[in-house]
């Protein structure tokens, strides 16, 4: 922790001057980025310590930029980063009360068809109560503010990752996702770490939705609940290694670039190419990048 945290607040410091440095594009990109990162290492936090496969986060990212469309005229800009975050902490623990008992397949599916059924359910208030889908906000921050927002978002959510992975907490988490029931005979109430856990790293994906929902200036239910931001954010832990911290934060930067480049290039297909990513991840790097012995594999190939 001693060498962690000033490598973080350097990596912080650096990222910060981003707006002063860099063209609009690529701070646009950075941003990207740094919101895949928390969403990335907040999914982790939970998901890969347990082993729960969790499908929600579309479902927590648009509960926090739905709390931005309907309260950015009355909150305060801070306050409204801490509500989007509450709202999807406490939606995340309703959630995993009622379905955290069950795992694998089960657990997936609940998860996303709870994010399918929020989705339809805030479409139908926005019709029944306000006559219209979708809202339009003016007056928003500048990209600067939203940019370095989403970065201490990030910086937070890293820092969060170590110390929840250095906790009873985090402790107790992996001793569920080895396995469950040997946790529970140790006298972990696995139940309540569970709730607990997915909770805390919703608030996360919250927050970030809630910040980055004034980028859109319209924001309706299929904009903030877009599957997209939940498949990128579970293939990029996968593919970086759910089990660690540097997997999904470089993942994350690496995977925003490259499906950026594939939008743009191959518009068509760039769905399919991300999904044959994830399925050759998984086949041969079950464990994540970070898991592969990069030196090993080099000194091999050297000596064919």
Not at 108 to 128: N, P, Q, R, W
């Amino acid at each position: 922790m001693k060498s962690f945290l000033p490598a973080v607040l350097i990596s912080g410091a650096v990222l910060a001057l981003g707006p002063w440095l860099l063209p609009e594009f690529w701070v646009s990109l950075l941003m990207t980025c740094l919101m895949y990162v928390v969403l990335a290492v907040s999914w982790s936090m939970f998901s890969g310590a347990t082993r729960y496969l969790s499908l929600a986060s579309t479902a927590l990212f648009g509960l926090g930029a739905y709390t931005t469309a309907w309260g950015y005229e009355i909150l305060p800009w801070p306050l409204l980063i801490l509500v989007g975050a509450m709202v999807s902490a406490a939606f995340a623990a309703v959630l995993g009360a009622a379905v955290l008992h069950l795992r694998g397949t089960y657990f997936a599916i609940l998860t996303f068809g709870m994010g399918e059924l929020v989705k339809h359910t805030i479409t139908y208030i926005e019709k029944s109560a306000f006559g219209t889908v979708g809202r339009v906000i003016i007056d928003v921050p500048s990209n600067e503010a939203v940019y370095w927002t989403v970065l201490v978002l990030a910086l937070i959510t890293v820092v969060a990752f170590k110390l929840v992975a250095d906790s009873r907490l985090g402790l107790a988490m992996r001793g569920i996702g080895q396995d469950e029931q040997r946790a529970a005979t140790f006298g972990v109430n696995t139940r309540r770490i569970k709730v607990i856990g997915f909770a805390l790293s919703a608030a996360f994906a919250g927050a970030v939705g809630a910040a980055m929902a004034v980028r859109w200036t319209y924001i309706d239910p299929h904009t903030a609940f877009n599957p997209l931001i939940g498949f990128q954010t579970v293939l990029i832990a996968m593919v970086g290694g759910a089990s660690t911290l540097r997997g999904p934060v470089i993942a994350a930067v690496a995977l925003s670039v490259l499906s950026d480049v594939l939008r743009l290039n191959f518009p068509y297909f760039y769905l399919i190419l991300l999904g044959t990513l994830l399925i050759l991840s998984v086949l041969f790097m079950p464990r994540g990048i970070a898991a592969v012995n990069w030196g090993k594999f080099l000194g091999r190939r050297q000596a064919r």
